[in-house]
């Protein structure tokens, strides 16, 4: 019993013969010689070209790997430029604010009353007001306004729309 199988049930397999036997054409021979000429000489001419187109895509392979490496390298590099740049600059930033309090605080403690009135004594010579010196004004208490004689003019920013518009209201 063969179901669709080359290939027996018993105990030891044994591959089922073809019902037919293939028919093999032959053609007839041309020279040989020359063949095996050419097939020896492309053999010999392909195996030195196939090793060597290996060793460049393994050469190329290897550039690449490189150049990738060194791609990442440099951008550590670049980055740890930056970063070093970032905290000097931070060291320099935390120095001037440092810088600017403690002239703040000398500023505070130069303004207060007692020197700045040394100060005017000192350097500029001047003294304190005595009664002597005070003289009193008296205003009327009625305010007077005046109206303005100037005519206030709007629309000198206005675009040239909108200027069509007023003198078509008649504004």
Not at 77 to 103: C, G, P, R, T, Y
Not at 126 to 148: C, F, G, H, R, W
């Amino acid at each position: 019993m063969a179901y669709n199988s080359r290939y027996q049930y018993e105990t030891s397999p044994r591959k089922l013969q073809p019902e037919y036997e293939p028919i093999k054409k032959k053609y007839p021979k041309k020279s040989t010689a020359r063949k095996i000429n050419t097939n020896t000489k492309s053999k010999a001419k392909t195996k030195p070209k196939r090793k060597l187109k290996m060793q460049v895509k393994m050469l190329a392979y290897v550039a690449i790997g490189f150049i990738i490496l060194f791609a990442i390298s440099y951008r550590n590099s670049v980055i740890n430029e930056k970063f070093s740049e970032i905290k000097s600059l931070q060291s320099d930033l935390a120095q001037v604010e440092k810088e600017n309090e403690q002239l703040e605080v000398n500023i505070e403690n130069n303004l207060n009353l007692q020197t700045v009135e040394q100060a005017a004594k000192e350097m500029l010579g001047m003294q304190k007001l005595e009664n002597s010196q005070t003289v009193y004004i008296n205003l009327p208490k009625q305010d007077y306004i005046e109206p303005a004689t100037e005519e206030i003019v709007q629309g000198e920013n206005e675009n040239w729309f909108q200027k069509v518009i007023n003198f078509i209201t008649g504004k």
